[in-house]
């Protein structure tokens, strides 16, 4: 039990290590208020975020942030 106790705390490690350079990597939403009331956010960019990279990024993310959850519970369960 140790062993699959270390095992997961090094998963754990790297699923950390990976959102913090995942959100990183993010680029930053700049268009803020003055994009909502200007209709900014209705461009060629927006309509075809989810096949972008930065698409990619957020749906990663949210994956990485729902491993690191799922395993904190786990690690904390003391079945160990």
């Known amino acids: ?38 209709g900014s956010s209705e461009t060629y960019w927006a309509k075809n975020k989810g096949r972008s990279m930065e698409g990619n990024m957020e749906r990663i993310t949210k994956y990485l942030a729902a491993a690191f959850m799922i395993l904190s519970i786990v690690l904390n369960l003391n079945i160990w």
């Open 1 to 38: 039990m140790a062993t699959l106790k270390v095992i997961v705390q090094v998963i754990y490690v790297l699923i950390c290590i990976a959102m913090v350079v995942v959100v990183l990597r993010q680029e930053g939403k700049t268009s803020g208020l003055s994009g909502a009331l200007t």
